[in-house]
């Protein structure tokens, strides 16, 4: 069965030969012209099905259905250099392409930059058979000179790696991956989580850059206090209803923000008190769930919270209408900026009733906006967004002794370097001890 799928840059065609997934471009051409040839791809697959035609032993099958059944007698003679001969740009737009649906959309936008850094250093038409170390040595030193960390640099030469060991499989590339032995700079250790009043002090001193602030405030946590303050706050300034229950719900299970936009309503269980949280990224190629207990402060705002739900089936989302929103305002049509007509019957000419919207789950750029409008002129504009409050949940469930397999399960923690980071007492408990020691 072929399929298409339309981007910028034109359309691609994807099909299963064998249980694999393949995708090649077709370009900027028309719609009619791209179903003709997915639904020709469908007859040749068919007829490799039936036995009727047969790939010859030197051609990959998208080369076999790109040409028709019938690839160039030069793309079968030296079939190893014609793998060799593709390039950087369609690497990357075969591999997103075909990843598309096996990745959360923010790992395929990550990867996405990724590419753009790699194809800045190394040309839009750079042809993947002339990689060498020498030249991703060259990417590593030039995004090191920019000020990029180590890590960050690191993760792009990984991703490029997936993509090439990836297109020895797909006929885009030949040989083994020709990055052992990059030299990187030394990486930098986290800071260890800490208080507000502890950032503040260390700010206080002088001396630190922007982004060495920026990195403390992403190391904050609340206390217990600090953190109910701050929830009655986001319950005053909140704009739309979902947000404190949302804010709430990340707070007491200490849930990942795409966690938060993947909950069910069917996923919170009142009378077991716990939630299911649906994870993407702890076991690879598969999709695993997590069971956090819900605390009594929870399970009352999220009944609160259903009371007036708008529908459907994930926990938070907007209602149909939402005043002054692009996508789900009573009308449409408004003009702004210099289009904007300077009397009100000619700004009304324009603007027309708006069906109701579909009840969907939020989006994450709605999500992160809205979390930063709620906070952003108050005393908590420096809390720097959801994930601080996972570092708030894991920090206070630790500094109550709670036993850390219990922690590690309802975050759903991997590594070691993960646990380490949460295993550490609030600055009071810290001095009681050495005063126990030492008086």
């Known amino acids: 069965m072929a399929s298409l799928q339309q981007k910028k840059s034109g359309w691609y065609c994807q099909f299963l030969f064998e249980k694999k997934r393949y995708t090649f471009a077709l370009g900027p051409v028309a719609r009619e012209e791209a179903e003709a040839k997915a639904s020709h791809v469908e007859y040749l697959l068919l007829r490799l099905r039936q036995g009727l035609l047969e790939i010859p032993p030197d051609v990959d099958v998208v080369e076999f259905v790109r040409h028709d059944g019938t690839p160039p007698a030069k793309r079968t003679v030296h079939r190893a250099a014609a793998r060799r001969s593709g390039t950087l740009v369609e690497l990357r737009d075969r591999y997103l392409a075909t990843h598309e649906g096996a990745h959360e959309k923010s790992t395929l936008y990550t990867a996405g930059i990724h590419f753009k850094h790699l194809i800045q250093t ?3 038409d750079y042809r993947l058979s002339g990689l060498a170390q020498a030249d991703l040595q060259k990417h590593v030193d ?12 690191k993760k792009e030469i ?8 990836w297109g020895r499989t797909s006929g885009i590339v030949d040989g083994d991956w020709p990055g052992k032995g990059l030299v990187y700079g030394k990486t930098r250790q986290k800071p260890h989580f800490q208080t507000r009043d502890e950032i503040r002090r260390q700010i206080a001193c002088g001396g630190l850059s922007d982004e060495q602030i920026e990195e403390l405030w992403e190391s904050l946590y609340l206390t217990s206090d600090e953190l109910a303050s701050f929830l009655e706050y986001v319950k005053s300034a909140a704009r739309h209803p979902w947000i404190y229950p949302m804010v709430c719900f990340a707070a007491h299970t200490g849930a990942r923000r795409s966690e938060l936009l993947r909950v069910r309503i069917a996923d919170v269980d009142f009378t077991g008190r716990a939630a299911i949280l649906r994870e993407r990224k702890r076991v690879r ?8 207990p819900l605390s009594s402060f929870l399970a009352d705002v999220l009944r609160a ?9 994930h926990l938070f989302c907007h209602s149909r209408f939402v005043a002054r929103s692009r996508k789900r305002s009573l009308t449409t049509g ?3 900026g210099k289009a904007r007509p300077t009397s009100l019957k000619e700004r009304l000419a324009s603007v027309t009733g708006r069906e109701a919207a579909a009840i ?10 809205h979390f930063a409008r709620t906070i952003k002129d108050g ?22 002794g709670v036993d850390q397999r219990l922690v590690n399960a309802w975050m759903g923690h991997q590594t070691l370097e993960q646990q380490q980071r949460y295993q550490h007492l609030f600055p009071q408990q810290q001095q009681d001890a050495i005063r126990s020691a030492f008086g």
């Open 142 to 153: 030039r995004r090191f000179s920019c000020g990029v960390s180590p890590a960050t640099v």
């Open 360 to 369: 969907a789950p939020l989006t994450v750029n709605e999500a992160s906006d």
């Open 122 to 124: 190394l040309g839009d």
């Open 334 to 336: 408004h003009k702004n």
């Open 305 to 313: 919270w259903l009371g007036e739900h708008p529908g459907g089936v």
């Open 285 to 292: 190629g598969r999709q695993t769930t997590r069971r956090v």
């Open 379 to 400: 005393e908590w504009s420096v809390v720097p967004g959801w994930h601080a409050l996972r570092h708030s949940f894991a920090s206070i469930c630790a500094s109550k």
């Open 158 to 165: 990984d991703g490029l790696r997936a993509a090439w060991n």
